[in-house]
């Protein structure tokens, strides 16, 4: 496309510029310089997205959870694979990283598995997947999806939990144990159930399979609780999640541009949602201050929808909201102002008309000027004379995704802003799928053919990933996708609910305008553009990790506190034949990097003085990894609850011949006999009586590496 040629251009053109350019004053910075400003952020700080597919919505412990991250360019969103590493962990409902896995771009893809422990608890878990680099904008950004984990026993016993919210914060709790396959309740032998700040109750069932306790609950995190029992020998885990009440909404009021002035007709936007965070269709009334009900309106989707008033600088508007439950909530409008302006779009077939609205009682006086971007790519800049009504703009200018339009003053001031979404359909991808034979029988070869083209038909070239699963058994998560997610909930800060809904092509029309009315209730947030008008863009932050490393302090003197300048320090990987070496600067910090090893490899790292003398306490720093961020709402249908507990049923009952797994639950095994030694083997000839060696004793040899150590001792059998 044009604008994506234009940024490649002007990077080959900028590559070489020092970054010096933003130390002028502010006071030379001028609407003119707004390009240069844009594409200096993208040099300075360029950014990067993720989005992983796996091969499924649902696991069963003890499976493997196969992926293939997408990483690109924020901007272009062109394949990128300048981070050497992709991150991917796996976390429970208690927010723990249960498991983490580091894989290497190979052939231009990050792909991997995370394994599951046969005994991982069921519940919801959240996938998480970074770079070192991405963790300078934060676990905001990271890409998130949930899944289901289940134990082998699901399918065959299922724990049912009702709550119950009473007063002063404490929560009743009802668990049933049933039979999945009629209903019928069964008595597990043991139960224990871990409540508020890790307590342990020991729990028995009456006659029925119940279970009644209580709990007090916070408001300030949603809880949750983790059970064990155990029933015929076999012992089964799980987290239960603890429902907020679902008796309570809050719904939020946005004037289209940011601002709401007095007298002139307003779109207002409104999203609601409920205790658990998710949309909740409501019905509303705005009325007056003598209670007037001066329009009636509705949500359009997952709680969000606008209206249009008008109303007097400094009146009192009311609106009055009722959800689907007959619940009724008063909340109050944001307050009119005479002097404020705001950005208003009126779409077009072929064309976008932008105005700005202001009070018919209000005089502009100075002039201001329209800059547009989109993911940061500086699009263009349009003065905007006091005189100026009307601003059109071609809808060819924009690229798909998210559009921002920012008002500014000639002081590089955001006066209002508006976002945009947009879909070319010049970059419009048509995707054919064929198989060779209409039907298979068990087992046999399936040849797929995947063929890529744009709007005329012509061949694309891309990098594919396919995951194929059993809709039989598992249905497929239709929630997101690599569209939803790198043009949209990748570009906006919060959770957005079901995101793939905002682009079915059923109704195109419904389509554009969910989407606009996602616009008007969601942020764009990838850069401080109100800094970056003032000459102060964001710098990188993390850093780019092109290979393996190990950092840490060296420190010498009487009580080994100061800092060692100039030690050499080494690492070694006899196993790989490895050998690094670096020098500490003058605090003792010491970095060895631009090497590559497997997991799990054992190395050695040690210190001497430039004469080659051992000595100072070396330290290795511990690898930190960013902490977790919030964790957003799991919604699993009813339809894909049912097909999970046949998939859980089948797991246990048949047994995949080919590549498959099964966890077979086994007694505890005791071993009583003893091990025999094999006949000429170096134990057999070995004394019983080892002899220790103690630091001491390795500090009096003083050996150079690992080799001259061992070669000490006459113990060891080289």
């Known amino acids: 496309m044009k604008h994506l040629r234009k940024i490649i251009l002007f990077y080959v053109a900028f590559v070489g510029w020092p970054f010096s350019l933003f130390s002028e004053s502010k006071n030379q910075l001028s ?40 990483l690109v360019e924020a901007q272009t969103h062109r394949p990128d694979t300048t981070s050497r590493y992709v991150y991917a962990e796996l976390i429970n409902p208690l ?18 598995y995370i394994p599951t422990a046969e005994d991982l608890p069921e519940g919801d878990y959240c996938l998480r997947f970074y770079t070192r680099y991405m963790e300078g904008i934060g676990d905001d950004y990271f890409f998130k999806r949930n899944i289901r984990i289940g134990a082998p026993l699901s399918g065959f016993y299922r724990v049912e939990a009702s709550f119950d919210h009473g007063s002063q914060m404490n929560v009743g709790l009802e668990l049933r144990f049933t039979e999945v396959y009629d209903g019928s309740f069964f008595l597990p032998e043991k139960i224990r159930l871990t409540v508020e700040k890790g307590k342990v109750r020991n729990l028995k069932t009456d006659p029925q399979g119940k279970v009644q306790t209580s709990f007090k609950y916070s408001p300030k995190d949603t809880p949750v609780l983790y059970l064990e029992y155990e029933y015929k020998g076999k012992m089964h885990a799980q987290y239960i999640p603890v429902p907020v009440p679902d008796d309570d909404f809050e719904v939020s009021f946005f004037p289209e541009g940011g601002a709401f002035p007095a007298h002139a007709l307003t779109k207002i936007a409104f999203k609601s949602v409920n205790s658990q965070g998710l949309g909740e269709d409501i019905e509303g009334e705005l009325m007056n201050r003598n209670g007037d009900v001066l329009q009636r309106f509705s949500s359009q989707h997952l709680g969000m929808g606008y209206f249009w008033c008008m109303s007097a600088p400094g009146e009192s508007l009311s609106v009055v909201c009722r959800n689907g439950k007959g619940q009724e909530k008063t909340f109050s409008l944001p307050v009119a102002e005479m002097d404020a302006l705001s950005l208003q779009l009126n779409p077009g077939r072929e064309n976008i008309h932008v105005l700005i609205n202001h009070s018919p009682e209000w005089t502009r006086a100075e002039d201001l000027y329209l800059a547009i971007h989109s993911r940061g790519n500086y699009l263009a800049t349009i003065p905007w004379p006091a005189d100026r009504k009307m601003v059109v703009l071609p809808q060819e200018l924009f690229p798909s995704g998210v559009i921002h339009l920012l008002l500014v003053n000639e002081k590089m001031e955001p006066v209002s802003e508006r976002l945009l979404f947009h879909i070319d359909p010049e970059e419009r991808v048509d995707l054919a799928f064929s198989t060779d034979r209409p039907s298979y029988g068990k087992r046999d070869q399936v040849e797929v053919s995947v063929s890529l083209k744009d709007k005329e038909r012509n061949p694309l070239t891309g990098n594919v990933s396919v995951s194929v699963t059993d809709d039989n058994d598992i249905l497929p998560d239709r929630s997101m996708n690599i569209y939803s997610s790198l043009l949209l909930t990748s570009e906006l800060k919060g959770y957005i609910e079901d995101p793939a809904s905002y682009f079915s092509k059923d109704s195109p029309r419904e389509q554009i305008e969910n989407l606009d009315v996602l616009m008007l209730t969601q942020g764009w947030r990838r850069y401080r553009i109100d800094r970056l008008l003032q000459g102060e863009p964001e710098e990188a932050r993390g850093f780019m990790e092109g290979s393996s490393f190990v950092t840490g302090t060296v420190k010498d003197g009487l009580q080994l506190n100061r800092p060692a300048a100039g030690y050499i320090v080494s690492l070694h990987c006899f196993q790989y034949g490895l050998f690094e070496e670096t020098e500490t600067d003058e605090k003792g910090v010491f970095r060895l990097e631009n090497f590559e090893l497997p997991d799990s490899v054992q190395c050695v790292v040690q210190s001497k003085t430039k004469k080659g003398k051992k000595g100072g306490l070396l330290t290795i720093d511990d690898e930190v990894f960013p902490a977790v961020g919030d964790i957003y709402p799991f919604i699993m249908k009813e339809e894909h609850k ?19 797994m099964r966890v077979i639950h086994l007694k ?15 134990s057999e000839y070995a004394s019983e009586n080892i002899p220790v060696y103690t630091t001491k004793d390795i500090e009096k040899r003083s050996p150079v590496n690992i080799y001259e150590l061992l070669n000490g001792f006459p113990e060891v059998v080289a």
């Open 668 to 682: 505890d095994v005791i071993v009583t006999g003893k091990k025999k030694r094999k006949s000429g083997s170096v």
């Open 31 to 70: 609407v003119d310089s707004l390009e240069s400003l844009f594409y200096q952020q993208w040099l300075l700080f360029p950014q990067e997205k993720i989005y992983a597919q796996i091969d499924k919505p649902s696991y069963i412990a003890g499976e493997d959870i196969w992926f293939r991250a997408h």
């Open 642 to 660: 049912v097909s999970l507990e046949s998939y859980f049923r089948k797991a246990d009952d048949l047994f995949i011949q080919s590549n498959g």
């Open 95 to 112: 927010k723990n990283v249960v498991q983490r896995v580091k894989v290497r771009q190979e052939d231009q893809a990050y792909h991997g």
